[in-house]
C-alpha cells in the first residue's frame, strides 16, 4: 500500500493547513489511519489518529484543540486540519495506515506510511 500525503506548505503562526491521506491503488477501509510528524532533528511523534468508522478519534496533547482528524471513505482520503498553527508545528507529517481498526499512538502499529509533506510555520 502507498500513501500520498499532501497538503503541506509555508504558512505564517496562526494560519491553518489541511493535510490529507489517500493511497494508491488500495483502500483505507477498515483500517484506522493516523498522522505523524518528525519536527527537524527530533523523532517522529504522533499527532492524531481515527478508526475506520471516523466516530473515535485521539489526539496527542500538543494538538488537541487545534487540530481535526477526519475522514471520507466515499473518497478514501484522510484529512488533518490544523488551525492556529505555531512554529513548534514545522514539521515532515506522514499519514499511516494501522495495523488494525484501533486509534493507537504507538508507531509499531501502523504497518503501511506515506512519503511526508513538510509544513513549515514561520513566525
Known amino acids: 500500500v502507498q500513501l500520498q500525503a499532501s497538503g503541506g506548505g509555508l504558512v505564517q503562526a496562526g494560519d491553518s493547513l489541511r493535510l490529507s491521506c489517500a493511497p494508491s491503488g488500495e483502500t483505507l477501509s477498515s483500517f484506522a489511519v493516523g498522522w505523524f510528524r518528525q519536527p527537524p532533528g527530533k523523532e517522529r511523534e504522533f499527532v492524531a489518529s481515527?478508526?475506520?468508522?471516523?466516530?473515535?478519534?485521539r489526539y496527542a496533547d500538543s494538538v488537541k484543540g487545534r487540530f481535526v482528524i477526519s475522514r471520507d471513505n466515499a473518497k478514501n482520503t484522510v484529512f488533518l486540519q490544523m488551525n492556529s498553527l505555531k512554529p513548534e508545528d514545522t514539521a515532515v507529517y506522514y499519514c499511516?495506515?494501522?495495523?488494525?481498526?484501533?486509534?493507537?499512538?504507538?508507531?509499531?502499529?501502523?504497518?503501511?506510511w506515506g512519503q511526508g509533506t513538510l509544513v513549515t510555520v514561520s513566525s
Open positions: 481515527i478508526i475506520w468508522s471516523g466516530t473515535r478519534t
Open positions: 499511516a495506515r494501522a495495523k488494525y481498526d484501533s486509534i493507537s499512538y504507538a508507531q509499531r502499529d501502523y504497518d503501511y
